[in-house]
């Protein structure tokens, strides 16, 4: 098969991985001290992204293409659940584990919204028109406290606790394609 997406465990002893085969899309893990892989959820016709394991790498959280729904999977196998029905671009977890940032879109607005880890919870973060996307990859700052969000050729730097946005733009950036906190 032909690997399409992947995303590493934070304990590093896992890589998530989206694998065509044929026309439909599995999600499988990789332990990679034995080399062992389980497909951890099944074929798709629409096919998987946005790839990420929880804090702990119990989980392997994997959005549905088209369908818009978040679905969170035992890492090593088991029942597949699904978390949400609005999400459509990868998630990212707070540091410590208990909420997740996720992008989402209605006719009128397109959102970065913030859920508990069980998807229960949801708040809006920023609302932005359809001709302003606030940006579908974001990333959690070390201390919880701020997301950085990738907006076309800027970052958004969101204050968690109040909303607050402010933009980072550099002349001579065309696209930015994501965001990490070092």
Do not use: C
Request: charged share 20%.
């Amino acid at each position: 098969g032909r690997v399409s997406l992947a995303a590493m465990s934070p304990d590093g002893k896992y890589a998530a991985l989206v694998e065509t085969r044929g026309a439909k899309d599995t999600v499988f893990v990789h332990q990679l001290a034995t080399g062992t892989s389980l497909a951890v959820l099944p074929p798709s016709d629409t096919g998987y992204f946005g790839l990420a394991f929880s804090p702990d790498s119990n989980y392997v959280y994997a959005s549905v293409r088209g369908a818009r729904v978040l679905t969170r999977v035992p890492s090593l196998g088991g029942q597949a659940l699904t978390i949400r029905e609005d999400v459509r671009g990868p998630i990212a977890f707070a540091p410590d584990g208990r909420r997740f940032a996720f992008f989402t879109t209605d006719q009128k607005s397109l959102s970065i919204r913030v859920a508990e880890a069980d998807g229960s919870g949801s708040r809006p973060l920023v609302v932005h028109g359809t001709d302003n996307p606030p940006g579908r990859r974001h990333s959690w700052s070390p201390d919880g406290t701020l997301i950085a969000a990738v907006s076309r050729s800027r970052v958004l730097i969101i204050d968690v606790a109040t909303a607050k946005e402010t933009a980072l733009e550099v002349k001579g950036w065309n696209f930015v394609e994501s965001v990490a906190w070092l």
